[in-house]
């Protein structure tokens, strides 16, 4: 019968020592694990960021369009400007807009306007205001 492999037993590995390899994969694996959180987060920020610039720029055509409208209007377009404008309400402004704009309908009737203006540019301003501390008065700067 032919004698079976003997088994040394003398490991290179004494008593579970993590060899080179062994830490500089772990190394290598926080490292992959840190950069896909860290690549996730920007990838978040980014989308929100281009989500509140997309709702900023409709933001601003919504105005700007109103802007022209009122800018434009006179004694002879006033019906068709104001309606174009309540088009563009919903809610509460929707159901009061007509009591909400007539005395500006009336003032362009009675004043007989014939304005013509152009919009050269429309911005967003933003300010920051810190939310105040627990005791209701502004948090220090």
Known sequence: MPEAPSKDTTDDHSGGVITGFGFGSAVAGVIAVVAVVLAAMV??????????????TRVL???ADWADVL?????DTVEAGMQKLREGTVGQLNADFDSAVQPYRDLV????????GQIDSVAIE????????????????
């Open 71 to 75: 800018i434009n209007i006179n004694k």
């Open 109 to 116: 009737q009675r004043l007989q306007a014939r304005t013509t």
């Open 43 to 56: 990838w978040s920020g980014h989308r929100s960021e281009a989500g509140e610039r997309a709702y900023q």
């Open 126 to 141: 933003s300010l920051y205001h810190p939310p105040p501390g627990p005791d209701g008065r502004p948090a220090p700067a």
């Open 61 to 63: 055509r919504a105005a």
